[in-house]
């Protein structure tokens, strides 16, 4: 799978747009980008993941570049709620048993600030 | 979607003991695996657990330091065997339907003393 960079920690202000970005360079054409969190103390959930075309839902939206090697996650208006460590996940979606896991990297811990 | 509930959800033991954990979910899935998350430290991957078969492990895990079992579709165990301070982690449980995403327990905490 390819390996993602992202920055170790943001900050952002409630109500504005949390903008979390992600490098996966090493990105192949059958790879799609998943992004996950994890708040404090509980398990990781599962946000949305998209292949070439920005894509939006209740959560938040998923803006990939043209050459597809870096993508961002937008938090349209950010709660306290949304302090959690991001996790940007790049993996086959078509999968035969065996591509199915995940691989997490170091994440980005988001902190909302009131 | 579908809800994981593991136990325990924390326990404290002795170092030399083993702990087995219980991931139940509330519906069929097809995938169950197995994460440890060290402190301070990401999520890694044990093993993707096999129902009716021998669970398949990821580089440095084994089976005789983490034996797994999955006896149905909805139910799996993880036992951390011969237990040292260094296996303090929270282990995770995941499960995954085909064409949803994987979804996660809320951990079991261990602390080895």
């Known amino acids: 799978d390819a390996k993602t960079t992202q920055p170790p920690s943001m900050d952002c202000a409630e109500g504005r747009a949390a903008n979390l970005p992600c490098n996966h360079s090493?990105?192949?054409?059958?790879?799609?980008v998943y992004w996950y969190r994890q708040i404090h103390s509980q398990g990781p959930q599962y946000i949305i993941h998209g292949l070439k075309n920005n894509e939006t839902n209740e959560m938040a939206s998923l803006i990939i570049t043209e050459d597809r090697k870096s993508s961002t996650l937008i938090l349209p208006h950010a709660t306290l709620r949304d302090t959690a460590v991001y996790y940007c996940?790049?993996?086959?979606?078509?999968?035969?048993?065996?591509?199915?896991?995940?691989?997490f990297g170091t994440g980005t811990r988001l902190t909302i600030i009131p | 979607s579908a809800v994981i509930s593991q136990k325990p959800s924390r326990d404290i033991c002795q170092r030399g003991t083993s702990l087995t954990i219980q991931c139940q979910v509330d519906?069929?899935?097809?995938?169950m695996f197995w994460y440890r998350q060290q402190p301070g430290q990401s999520l890694t991957l044990i093993a993707t657990?096999?129902?009716?078969?021998?669970?398949?492990?990821e580089s440095g895990f084994v089976i005789d330091k983490f034996p797994i079992s999955r006896p149905n579709l909805t139910f799996s165990t993880l036992t951390v065997s011969n237990m040292s301070p260094e296996d303090s982690s929270i282990y995770l449980c995941s499960g995954k339907r085909g064409g949803t995403e994987a979804f996660f327990g809320q951990g079991t905490r261990l602390t080895v003393v």
């Open positions: 090493t990105i192949s054409g059958n790879e799609y």
């Open positions: 657990a096999n129902q009716g078969s021998e669970a398949t492990y």
């Open positions: 996940i790049v993996r086959p979606y078509l999968s035969n048993f065996g591509n199915e896991k995940l691989t």
């Open positions: 519906s069929q899935v097809t995938m």
